[in-house]
């Protein structure tokens, strides 16, 4: 996790096209200087970042069955529930599915686990279109690359 770059998602784990689900890992960062206001003494992952770590293993699924050709946007978060706390140094599972995709949207369902136990979950939309410029697109193939992405699932120029 690199969350001075808001880069939330270590390495992806699985990743089911037919299924239309993925499932990644994240490391919580032992030490990151968040956790010095969020909470002096009690350091806990803050939800919305635990939110974003969802949005964007969703949004990971989102480019694979869109063939990396357009980009996705963080449009609504419904229903987000925190059911337990994430302590520095611990490891994230987060999976996402798809419960509906169409007309420019798309909708998953997405959940954080630690050690299999369920620490929050979500539903978020999503809206989507073509990569705006070839700058993103770079830096998303990098990232890509970064995260364990399988390249055949990127469509190139």
């Known amino acids: 996790m690199q969350l001075e770059y808001f880069q939330l998602i270590d390495r992806i784990t699985d990743l089911n096209i037919g299924e239309r689900t993925i499932t990644v890992e994240a490391q919580v960062p032992t030490h990151n200087t968040i956790f010095e206001g969020h909470f002096p003494g009690y350091p806990i992952m803050p939800g919305v970042l635990l939110i974003e770590a969802m949005a964007q293993t969703s949004g990971w699924l989102l480019l694979a069955l869109m063939k990396f050709e357009r980009m996705p946007f963080l449009a609504a978060v419904k229903q987000a529930k925190m059911r337990g706390f994430v302590s520095p140094g611990e490891m994230l599972t ?44 770079g830096h998303m193939d990098a990232v890509a690359r970064r995260i364990g992405f399988p390249q055949q699932a990127i469509a190139h120029d």
């Open 94 to 137: 987060v999976d996402a599915s798809i419960l509906h995709e169409g007309s420019g949207y798309a909708i998953t369902e997405a959940k954080v686990r630690v050690a299999g136990k369920l620490r929050c979950n979500s539903t978020i939309t999503f809206s989507h279109i073509p990569f705006p410029n070839p700058d993103l697109r």
